[in-house]
């Protein structure tokens, strides 16, 4: 691109917008449907679908361990690997401020168009706007992704059963508390780093090894409380979660402690949720610590019958807090 800045003209529709899509994205989306330019793409897809859509607004939007674009690929694709699908094609909308600096665009774009050579799915059509200085905070960014369910039953927030266990892919918090120190300029003693990752790859080899999986989420914004509440609320059933097994990286612990936050309600955007029945939960546990983006896999609890709709800590001490949803925004323009 010979402009050094996005312009008005780029959003008109006209040569500029041309140019762009030319020069930008096809150089770093390009894939056979993308490159015909039609108004919709084509899809090779058989059986039952899982569609999903999310737009992406985090500030800063470059941060340790990714970026809005990575982020953009990675929240939607493992949106639809939750619910037992196999991510295929991604839409991608970007709505761009005027005077985003072209270098800057140009970063962006080369991640979304790695993170979605990674997650082995093609962004196959797009649209971009470009609006007045002042009307949007340099760039969105929402995209849509569809897969080809390979589960039967499919996974689903209502179906956790009291015995179940609950496992974790991973450590809490990690993305959160990376977006805050990073916009506020907080350097911590040991570094944090967003978990931002595409995990189908994972799922998929979960759900194809292990029969039964009742429940997949991925707990973004509201963190781990939140989503489990969600669950709960869906399956009418309690879960009993345990302090001492959830796992929390000591920087991460240590952030929290400093900024007088909760670990247990930051987002996250490398990690899983898994229930299941219990004789299932050791296999389920090999084959999630077999892969690096679930070397930390855990258990940290188990679905009951007891105290239904409601998510229960048995704290170090053992007594027992309630877990409830995230009241409010604990941090805004989190992704």
């Keep these: 691109m010979t402009d050094t800045k996005v312009l008005l003209d780029y959003g008109s529709g006209g040569r500029a917008s041309h140019r762009l899509v030319g020069e930008l994205f096809l150089t770093h989306f390009a894939n056979p449907e993308l490159c015909r330019l039609n108004d919709a793409a084509r899809l090779e897809l058989t059986g039952p679908l899982a569609v999903s859509t999310d737009s992406y607004t985090v500030d800063p939007i470059f941060f340790p361990g990714g970026d809005i674009g990575s982020l953009a690929v990675h929240g939607t694709v493992n949106d639809v690997a939750m619910l037992g699908a196999v991510p295929r094609y991604l839409t991608c909308g970007f709505i761009i401020e005027e005077g985003l600096e072209m270098a800057v665009l140009e970063r962006v774009v080369a991640s979304m168009g790695r993170a979605a050579r990674e997650a082995n799915v093609s962004i196959v059509t797009g649209d971009t706007k470009v609006v007045p200085r002042g009307t949007v905070d340099k760039l969105f960014i929402n995209t849509t992704g569809i897969g080809e369910i390979i589960s039967d039953p499919t996974p689903s927030g209502d179906r ?21 120190s990073t916009r506020e300029g907080l350097n911590f003693e040991a570094p944090v780093k967003s978990d931002s990752a595409a995990l189908a790859g994972l799922v998929v080899k979960l759900l194809r090894e292990v029969p039964g999986v009742h429940v997949l989420r991925d707990p973004t914004r509201g963190g781990l409380a939140t989503t489990l509440n969600e669950i709960a609320e869906s399956s009418a059933a309690g879960i009993l979660l345990e302090e001492t097994l959830v796992p929390v990286t000591d920087a991460v612990r240590a952030g929290c402690s400093f900024l007088g936050l909760d670990p247990y309600y930051l987002a996250n955007e490398g990690k899983f949720i898994c229930i299941l029945p219990e004789d299932n939960a050791e296999r389920a546990l090999a084959i999630m610590r077999a892969d690096p983006l679930g070397a930390g896999a855990c258990r940290v609890g188990t679905v009951v019958a007891d105290h239904p709709r409601q998510v229960v800590l048995k704290t170090v001490l053992g007594g027992k807090r309630l877990l409830t949803m995230l009241e409010g925004e604990q941090l805004p323009r989190i992704c």
């Design 160 to 180: 956790a059963a009291p015995g179940d266990a609950v496992l974790l892919s991973g450590s809490m918090g990690d993305h959160g508390l990376t977006i805050l």
